[in-house]
């Protein structure tokens, strides 16, 4: 079965997303270096959550004031994180349902239940957290976080990651 | 966020994302996505439905280990356990956001 990938935006998005060009750039591919049952799985959501106690919120007040521009900084998510620790700053979507329940973007029992199980060798120790809303460009992502991210991925030895886009 | 798969993906870490537009994200010639019909801000489900989120992380596993090359996709069968009209009301935010604002006054004249 094939979804409907615009259900639930308005049609005036609905045109703009499928005029968007294919990109022209080649597929990236990086294989799974060793069966999933072995792997360590890291999670990433771009849903703006932070640690209300301990971290900066993602930066809204520049947004508002330059609207085609996003926070390109991320956060760390640790894994024992409970749903009254985050707080979330993204203008684009609800915060209701992921406050009441922040595994609804970033799925922590799941991926412990599939642990448990043997499905995946383990689930990481911590996770990411990004506001999906950012400058067309995304020159910062690509340049700047990207490669950090994929260097801390690689020193706590991540096989796997797993994104969720907001 | 596929710019962001595509930037880890090229440096060496596999990745699957799970999305509510994979028509989208298929552009980006994507590694592995996994296709969800869901509101915004919540791929994996309802708050409290861990049958659900066990469902999409199920399907994340089975894209990892099915795909065998890049363009992947997946579509996840299950129907959101909200009436339309109120999952659309729902997942947008309580004040529009400032690009939508911005687009609804330059709409109007203003």
Redesign the interface.
């Known amino acids: 079965?094939?979804?409907?990938?615009?259900?639930?935006?308005p049609r005036s998005m609905r045109t703009m997303?499928?005029s968007?060009?294919?990109?022209d750039?080649?597929?990236?591919?990086?294989?799974?270096?060793k069966p999933?049952h072995h792997?360590t799985v890291a999670l990433?959501?771009?849903?703006g959550i932070y640690l209300r106690d301990s971290q900066e919120p993602f930066d809204v007040e520049r947004?508002?004031r330059e609207?085609?521009w996003g926070d390109p900084t991320y956060r760390i998510i640790p894994r024992d994180v409970r749903s009254e620790d985050i707080a979330c700053s993204?203008?684009?979507?609800?915060?209701?349902?992921?406050l009441?329940?922040v595994?609804?973007?970033l799925?922590i029992?799941?991926?412990s239940?599939?642990e448990a199980e043997g499905?995946?060798g383990r689930l990481a120790d911590e996770h990411y957290s990004?506001m999906?809303?950012q400058d067309r460009r995304?020159l910062d992502?690509?340049n700047i976080?990207?490669?950090e991210?994929?260097?801390r991925?690689?020193e706590h030895a991540?096989?796997?990651?797993?994104?969720?886009?907001? | 966020m596929p710019v962001l798969a595509r930037t880890i993906e090229s440096l060496g870490i596999p990745t699957v994302t799970v999305t509510m537009i994979p028509d989208l994200a298929m552009k980006f010639r994507p590694s592995r996505v996994v296709g969800v019909e869901f509101p915004f801000g919540h791929n994996f489900g309802t708050p409290g439905n861990d049958e659900l989120m066990l469902t999409v992380a199920r399907a994340a596993c089975q894209a990892l280990e099915e795909a065998g090359g890049p363009g992947y996709r997946l579509d996840v069968d299950v129907e959101w356990p909200v009436p339309l009209e109120t999952a659309y009301r729902t997942w947008h935010p309580p004040v529009p956001s400032p690009i939508v604002a911005e687009m609804l006054k330059r709409r109007q004249g203003g």
């Open positions: 079965m094939t979804i409907d990938s615009y259900k639930y935006l997303y499928e968007v060009p294919v990109i750039e080649p597929a990236e591919w990086a294989p799974l270096p999933l792997c990433m959501t771009s849903a947004e508002r609207p085609t993204h203008l684009h979507i609800s915060h209701d349902d992921l009441e329940d595994d609804v973007v799925p029992r799941a991926f239940a599939l499905r995946i990004f999906g809303y995304l992502w690509r976080q990207g490669p991210l994929a260097a991925l690689k991540v096989d796997v990651l797993l994104l969720a886009p907001a």
